[in-house]
């Protein structure tokens, strides 16, 4: 059973570009969130879609947005990137709320 | 608001020794549970976790953790290291209610580094 797939694994950025990162979620999980790992703050909670909606959302920046498609992949988008935006970003899959599923991350570099 | 808070950023044992990672969280009602383990430039492994049922709980590589409603409490514990546990570890709460600012949303604590040295 194939896991949660995060592609690029590494990226490196210049401030005021824009990323996007993809996320593959288990095979039947329909449920996507979002996550930005940095050593300050920790796992912070982006977002979360299912079904192509967007359900809830942590406290970011509005330069920070996903969406999902009809095959329940996701991708997040960064705009305007800032030095404080390099952090590893996982992505986790789930069907049910008891269990979440994480993927091996995109670690971003913004120089 | 859920809160997590794991004691002890580092613990360190020597291998064969008894494992005790420390994990209280804040929560209105008993939220789920769970314990997972980070490996450098990896994402997270799921431990185990808690839902419902047995408070005790088993999960891989020997690890198993304690819910304790009255100390709001979830430790994790094994009984003894090897040095493949050599990791950080993150406790995370997630809210009973399926809803609105809970959806997909889990907190986790700051995480504990575990180091094990033969």
């Known amino acids: 059973k194939a896991g949660v797939t995060q592609t690029p694994r590494y990226l490196i950025k210049t401030r005021g570009q824009q990323v996007t990162l993809s996320c593959s979620p288990i095979s039947g999980h329909r449920s996507v969130s979002w996550y930005q790992q940095t050593p300050g703050q920790g796992l912070q909670f982006l977002f979360e879609?299912?079904?192509?909606?967007?359900?809830n959302k942590g406290n970011f920046p509005g330069r920070f947005s996903g969406r999902q498609f009809s095959n329940s992949r996701s991708e997040m988008n960064v705009s305007t990137l800032e030095l404080g935006d390099s952090a590893l970003y996982l992505c986790?899959?789930?069907?049910?709320?008891?269990?979440?599923?994480f993927g091996s991350g995109t670690r971003l570099t913004v120089v | 608001a859920q809160s997590v808070t794991q004691l002890g950023s580092h613990v360190s044992v020597s291998e064969g020794a008894l494992v005790l990672l420390r994990c209280n969280y804040s929560?209105?009602?008993?939220?789920?549970l769970f314990w997972y383990v980070q490996y450098p430039n990896q994402g997270l492994q799921l431990l185990l976790k808690?839902?419902?049922?047995?408070?005790l709980v088993k999960g891989i590589n020997g690890f198993e953790a304690e819910f304790k409603k009255s100390e709001t409490s979830f430790h994790l514990t094994k009984p003894s290291a090897h040095m493949s546990d050599a990791a950080e570890y993150f406790c995370a709460v997630r809210s009973l209610y399926a809803g609105g600012t809970s959806y997909g949303k889990l907190t986790f604590g700051q995480g504990t580094i575990l180091t094990v040295h033969p």
């Open positions: 929560s209105s009602v008993p939220p789920y």
């Open positions: 808690y839902t419902t049922g047995a408070t």
């Open positions: 986790a899959s789930s069907r049910w709320v008891d269990g979440y599923t």
């Open positions: 879609y299912f079904s192509e909606t967007q359900r």
